[in-house]
């Protein structure tokens, strides 16, 4: 299969990028620094990551906010001009078909990025139900992210309107001459922003931020533990169409409007499934767990407690290297899963000892104002 790259692909690969392929596109997994040293500028600098492998797509019209409604447990009728929302398109099971960010442009019109895996699926069950809507799939964009406490600095001192914006809020501005959409939000626990801007500028402006002293280029390897250490779900490992919100640990994002004593209650598919668990607790829950030696966990393996009963599975695991351990997200028996609940992680042959933890493993640091 010929993979698809994105606007920066030569910038990449001039800056000696490592691709790989994912979800469909070749993309770099590291630089030439490597994801540890790549993570740990990015919790201490600002990192540069190219995200335009993710959909990116306008929703407009009358009726686009309860179109959205009927589609996620959100209150989008109560979204602020240019203020976001993280959201989940939910299925009749209660499962999760992908979770995205909702944008409102205007009353009628939103921004969405959804996720690159399951772009195609969302685009077609978007347009399965729009009733005189339309939807644009932003083919010519770029998205960039620009994450990390050094991020507002930078910003400061090359676009003062972004550097102004606080945690899920947007603005139209110009970003080094160019023309953008910069929102303070991002993917690994960090202050920081996302830009979409035209593909055939996406590769200026990446250069003139590269410039900037404080940000080095980060690939794919480290966003994923740097998601991980800041306790953010994954899709295809901690959300699936087989779970549902309240078992993945966001039922923050179901929206107090419609839930079962809100103005709109349900409206949105598996509606009676998922407000039930909200009240009845599901049998499993999404834990971190922590592994005091060097020997690293992996996905699929199996949690056990201290006399070797199975507990659940690990769904993501990688090495934190803001804690300098091995860390892992996992899906396991609620009684079980309290923070300092000893437990065991079946490693090939060997049982290897590790704690529940609370998450994220490390502070978020949304600037909020």
Request: charged fraction near 20%; include cysteine.
């Amino acid at each position: 299969m010929t993979l698809m790259t994105t606007p920066l692909d030569t910038l990449h690969r001039r800056l000696g990028g490592k691709m790989v392929p994912f979800a469909g596109y070749d993309m770099p997994v590291q630089y030439p620094t490597g994801i540890i040293r790549e993570h740990q500028h990015t919790r201490e600098g600002a990192g540069l990551f190219d995200v335009s492998h993710m959909g990116q797509l306008v929703l407009e019209g009358a009726g686009s906010a309860a179109l959205l409604e009927s589609l996620v447990p959100v209150d989008i009728h109560g979204l602020g001009l240019h203020r976001q929302t993280y959201a989940l398109f939910t299925n009749e099971r209660g499962g999760v078909l992908d979770d995205l960010i909702i944008t409102r442009w205007s009353e009628d019109r939103f921004f969405l990025v959804v996720n690159a895996a399951c772009k195609t699926q969302d685009i077609g069950h978007l347009r399965a139900h729009v009733q005189g809507q339309s939807l644009t799939v932003m083919e010519d964009q770029a998205l960039l992210a620009l994450q990390g406490p050094a991020a507002r600095g930078v910003m400061a001192s090359l676009c003062p309107d972004a550097a102004a914006l606080v945690f899920l809020q947007g603005c139209r501005t110009e970003l080094c001459g160019i023309d953008a959409y910069i929102t303070c939000s991002g993917y690994t626990g960090e202050d920081g922003f996302e830009i979409s801007v035209a593909a055939g500028h996406a590769e200026d402006l990446a250069g003139a931020l590269l410039e900037e002293e404080t940000v080095q280029p980060v690939g794919l390897g480290a966003r994923n533990s740097l998601r991980l250490e800041a306790g953010l779900c994954l899709y295809g490992h901690e959300l699936s169409t087989e779970i549902d919100p309240v078992q993945a640990g966001l039922t923050w994002s179901i929206s107090r409007a419609r839930r079962r004593d809100g103005d709109r209650p349900g409206g949105f598919p598996g509606a009676g499934i998922i407000l039930q668990r909200i009240e009845e607790k599901p049998p499993l829950r999404r834990v971190g767990l922590v592994a005091d030696g060097k020997r690293p966990m992996r996905e699929g393996q199996e949690v056990l407690d201290e006399n070797g009963v199975r507990l659940g599975s690990i769904c993501s695991a990688c090495y934190g290297a803001s804690l300098g351990k091995p860390i892992a997200m996992a899906y396991i028996d609620r009684d079980a899963g309290e923070p300092g609940t000893p437990v065991q992680v079946a490693v090939r042959d060997k049982l290897l000892p590790v704690r529940v933890v609370a998450m994220p493993f490390v502070p978020q640091r949304y600037f909020r104002g």
